[in-house]
């Protein structure tokens, strides 16, 4: 239910239109990034690690903690995830 999870997390959208099943990336990226141990704990055991996973790998946009924190406790190569590689094609600036 997404009324258990922390408000903070959904901000920005009206939560009684948040859909479970349709806006999954949204709510796994957003309890990645910004959510609580309790949100983690509930997805984690409403969803499952494997799904989450899942969806973590197809996401364009994960910070760097949150990507190495799904990718060691699945045991998953960072390089399997779309927001490693598109940072990866993104040239850096100069260093001086």
Same mark, same amino acid.
């Given at each position: 239910?997404?009324?258990?999870?922390?408000?903070?997390?959904?901000?920005? @959208?009206?939560?009684? #239109? @948040?859909?479970?099943?349709?806006?999954?990336?949204?709510?796994?990226?957003?309890?990645?990034?910004?959510? &609580?141990?309790?949100?983690?704990?509930?997805? #984690? +055991? &409403? @969803?499952?690690?494997? &799904?989450?996973? +899942?969806?973590?790998? +197809?996401?364009?946009?994960?910070?760097?903690?949150?990507?190495?924190?799904?990718?060691?406790?699945?045991?998953?190569?960072?390089? #399997?995830?779309?927001?490693?590689?598109?940072? #990866?094609?993104?040239?850096?600036?100069?260093?001086?």
């Amino acid at each position: 239910d997404i009324k258990l999870l922390s408000p903070h997390l959904f901000w920005d @959208v009206d939560r009684t #239109q @948040v859909d479970v099943h349709k806006h999954l990336p949204l709510i796994i990226s957003r309890v990645l990034q910004y959510g &609580k141990i309790e949100d983690w704990k509930m997805i #984690q +055991e &409403k @969803v499952g690690l494997i &799904k989450i996973a +899942e969806v973590a790998r +197809e996401l364009r946009s994960l910070d760097d903690k949150s990507m190495h924190f799904i990718a060691n406790l699945t045991d998953t190569p960072i390089e #399997q995830f779309l927001c490693y590689k598109l940072k #990866q094609s993104i040239p850096p600036h100069w260093n001086f």
